[in-house]
């Protein structure tokens, strides 16, 4: 007849967290990996066109906010700091 396996088969029970520092080198490198050859991909696919139009539309947006007068930028982070909390008034 069959024997099913108990615990007792197995006398000693691993220890918790015995991962090889090998491995986990080896797990770091292969999200790094991973990473680098999604966005090679991704460069790849698309180009980088898209980006360099992001970057040259974020900092058309970002210099009329240093010609705003102090008082219109006092009231504008007032109002998004209210926002952020929840408070729409």
């Not at 099913?4 to 090889?20: I, L």
């Not at 900092?59 to 998004?80: C, D, G, L, V, W």
Request: hydrophobic share 45%; proline share 7%; glycine share 4%.
């Amino acid at each position: 007849m069959g024997h099913a396996c108990t615990p007792a088969d197995f006398p000693r029970s691993p220890k918790p967290s015995r991962e090889h520092p090998v491995t986990a080198v080896l797990a770091v490198v292969a999200i790094l990996l991973a990473i680098l050859l999604i966005a090679w991909a991704r460069v790849e696919v698309h180009g980088t066109d898209d980006l360099a139009g992001l970057v040259d539309e974020e900092t058309e947006h970002s210099a009329p906010r240093s010609t705003m007068s102090n008082e219109s930028a006092a009231e504008n982070e007032a109002a998004s700091s209210r926002w952020a909390t929840g408070f729409s008034h």
